[in-house]
């Protein structure tokens, strides 16, 4: 009996792969052979079984049995197997890259057999033996399908442009998934933004948020209406599938409550729309940042004057509206040791550059002067009403012009005090630094700003608790730091730095922030 308890403990306490084609009976029997278990062997990561019995799903600890079926396997010259299945953005291009770059740095070679459309392989071999360590099975298609693989035991990992939906989380934790949402179940791994794109001769330069969604919703058609010539506008989108297509709906038609127009067409990747909208001056279309290529990206304004256009910067800090960030999904299982060290290794500095070079934008954090940020202040002192005293902007410009700001932010969800999907991976990141030492004898302030919504008081109360909010949920994660050792802060400004007008919920949204501050 003992190792059958040891079973049901593991199981509650350890995480592993699934892979389905290794879905066959087996028996596992303790060394001295007094217990037997047999089950539909789950998956196994080189350490552990995880079986299918009467008993349940039962993970056991493949040290203390042996294991008799077709489907064992072989423990001398184990392969490592993942699958990961969803956004075609994502495992065409960024998820080669980087184990590309793990396996240089960690001794292995990478060969790539393409199955289908959609389906490849990635394996790597060790250099020194010429064995086979690992096989990264691929399925590049779109979020919705990378979920429903999920659901379905099919893929270990999900590559996802969007977060996951209340219906998926709510199916994956009835299949003993975990919640998707916990700091350990998904990862924000890589940034990219919805952008607005005409062609380069289109004379528009600038879109409000809230006419983008009336143009994409059919509730402006003409040209005339935005300023251009007297002509109809055509609408390219992305494929409805697509985690695009989902962040088109949440962050431009449902702030605004509207649908997208029948009228729009469909395209299945984000370069098609690029390439669609690059050749006809009369369409405009929404695509990823990384995949604009020779269109231009319209500003997004407002009626207060103030423009966010996209960049690196802006879209790392959010301080750009539609920043859609790129998500990685695991479930409550463990993963293969080489899919635990892959993953570590896409925190690094070194994945950062692959990032980068690959035309995402990375989550490694900058440090940005007073004198590197643009209009801020000059739009405090702009927009600043009678409720904003002289001695508060004297006040915000005193305490931070000493400082840095991080581009590492945090915002809240809408008429929520939780934490967004990027902040939430935000607080990871930044703990880590801290367990490592890299503000060690430094100031780190977290400064809370609102929007312009009530009055100026209340605002600034509200920021406050939402500073302190974020730096209880730094200091728990950091797990490991000696916190004495750095000097950790609040203080609040309220309404008195907006980034976008306060007109809309766009716009309120990006205002209500929390920023790291540091010197």
Request: glycine share 8%; aromatic share 6%.
């Amino acid at each position: 009996m003992i190792i059958l308890k040891r079973a049901a403990v593991l199981a509650a306490l350890f995480l592993f792969t699934t892979t389905g084609a290794m879905a066959q009976d087996v028996s596992l029997s303790s060394r001295d052979g007094k217990v037997e278990l047999s089950g539909t062997l789950l998956g196994f990561d080189g350490e552990f079984y995880r079986l299918s019995t009467d008993y349940g799903e039962l993970t056991i600890d493949g040290s203390g049995v042996s294991c008799t079926g077709p489907g064992c396997p072989n423990l001398q010259d184990f392969v490592a197997e993942i699958e990961l299945s969803g956004s075609a953005t994502m495992g065409a291009v960024l998820m080669p890259a980087l184990i590309d770059a793990y396996a240089q740095r960690s001794g292995y070679s990478v060969s790539r057999e393409d199955v289908d459309a959609t389906r490849f392989v990635l394996s790597l071999t060790d250099v020194a033996t010429g064995k086979r360590a690992a096989r990264f099975g691929f399925r590049a298609s779109n979020t919705d399908e990378g979920f429903a693989d999920l659901l379905a035991d099919e893929a270990d990992i999900v590559m996802a442009l969007r977060e996951i939906r209340p219906d998926e989380r709510k199916l994956a934790r009835e299949a003993g998934m975990g919640d998707l949402t916990g700091p350990n179940r998904s990862r924000v791994l890589a940034l990219d933004a919805v952008v607005p794109i005409v062609a380069a001769g289109n004379p528009l330069r600038s879109i409000s948020p809230l006419n983008l969604a009336q143009v994409f919703a059919g509730e402006i058609t003409n040209w005339n209406a935005l300023g251009g010539p007297d002509a109809p506008i055509e609408l390219h989108v992305p494929n409805g599938s697509s985690g695009l297509s989902q962040a088109l709906e949440d962050q431009v038609l449902k702030p605004a409550k509207l649908e997208l127009s029948s009228d729009a067409i469909r395209n299945q990747t984000p370069a098609d729309i690029a390439q669609a909208v690059a050749k006809d001056t009369l369409a405009i279309g929404l695509t990823s940042y990384a995949e604009r290529q020779s269109t231009r990206v319209l500003t997004l304004g407002g009626t207060c004057g103030f423009a966010l256009d996209a960049a690196r910067r802006t879209i790392k800090t959010e301080d750009y509206p539609l920043t859609a960030p790129m998500f990685l999904y695991f479930p409550a299982r463990r993963l293969p040791l080489i899919a635990r060290e892959f993953l570590a290794f896409s925190r690094s500095g070194a994945a950062q550059n692959v990032i980068r070079r690959a035309g995402f934008v990375d989550q490694a954090p900058e440090e940005i002067s007073i004198s590197a940020q643009g209009n801020r202040f000059a739009n405090a002192i702009t927009v600043a009403g009678p409720e904003i005293p002289l001695e508060e902007m004297q006040r915000m410009v005193a305490t931070l012009s000493p400082m840095a700001r991080l581009t590492t932010s945090f915002r809240f969800e809408t008429g929520s005090i939780r934490l967004d999907a990027q902040s939430r991976s935000n607080v990871q990141q930044l703990a880590r630094a801290l367990e490592q030492g890299r503000y060690d004898a430094r100031q780190i302030l977290f400064v809370g700003f609102s929007d312009g919504q009530g009055a100026a008081k209340p605002n600034r109360d509200i920021a406050l608790r939402r500073a302190e909010a974020v730096l209880r949920a730094v200091s728990a994660a950091a797990v490991t730091a000696n916190l004495e050792r750095v000097d950790l802060g609040v203080d609040a400004f309220g309404e008195a730095m907006p980034m976008a007008c306060d007109d809309t919920s766009w716009g309120r949204q990006v205002n209500r922030r929390v920023e790291v501050w540091v010197r």
